[in-house]
């Protein structure tokens, strides 16, 4: 497998060089690479529609984007300390200095309940509509970058962890949390995309 790059000549602020970090590091891995595309290219369109129709303070639509492209990067096996991607992602992004990537990608979709069953320091989950975005699609897309439904996600997730899964679990805890941010999101975006 081929290594990732090393980041000292990429800047992984802007969305074209995490795009070529990631693509390259996910190689290998061509389902997780859809996954990740498909939530960046859903949070970017939804950044550029909500900020076109709505004053919106503090958010950049870049910041968002690279979030989304970073959000999986935890999985790469070289950066794993706790085994636990929003974790092992986290770490990786503050060593890049990278402060507001990493609390942005922390506590996406259900990392703040699973951290919690797992045992795991806290997460706190972040009201930055960046961080609700990448909730959002990060809960809407599927390992191979089909966009569903979040119910459709929801028993994927089943299907593949199991019912009694710790994955499966933190989904159903995190479900009333993200169920009121979809609704939130769907109203800035006039009903969602599809």
């Excluded at 980041?7 to 690479?33: D, G, M, Q, V």
């Excluded at 859903?42 to 870049?62: G, L, T």
């Excluded at 009201?127 to 909730?135: E, G, M, P, Q, R």
Aim: glycine letters at 6%; a negative charge.
């Amino acid at each position: 497998m081929k290594p990732p790059p090393t980041t000292p000549n990429l800047n992984l602020n802007i969305p074209s060089e995490a795009e070529t970090f990631i693509r390259s590091s996910f190689a290998n891995e061509p389902k997780r690479l859809a996954h990740i595309l498909q939530v960046a290219k859903r949070v970017q369109q939804s950044a550029e529609e909500i900020v076109a129709n709505h004053a919106v303070e503090d958010f950049d639509i870049d910041e968002a984007h690279c979030a989304a492209l970073l959000h999986d990067v935890g999985y790469l096996q070289k950066l794993h300390r706790t085994g636990f991607h929003p974790w092992d992602g986290y770490y990786f992004l503050k060593e890049q200095g990278l402060d507001r990537l990493a609390d942005i990608i922390v506590c996406h979709s259900n990392s703040p309940e699973q951290a919690k069953l797992r045992g795991l320091p806290e997460i706190p989950v972040s009201d930055t509509l960046a961080a609700k975005l990448l909730t959002y699609w990060d809960t809407r897309v599927m390992q191979g970058g089909r966009v569903v439904t979040y119910e459709q996600r929801l028993s994927d997730i089943k299907a593949r962890y199991g019912e009694e899964g710790i994955v499966t679990q933190s989904h159903l805890a995190a479900e009333p949390r993200i169920k009121k941010l979809i609704a939130e999101i769907e109203e800035f975006l006039g009903g969602g995309l599809g």
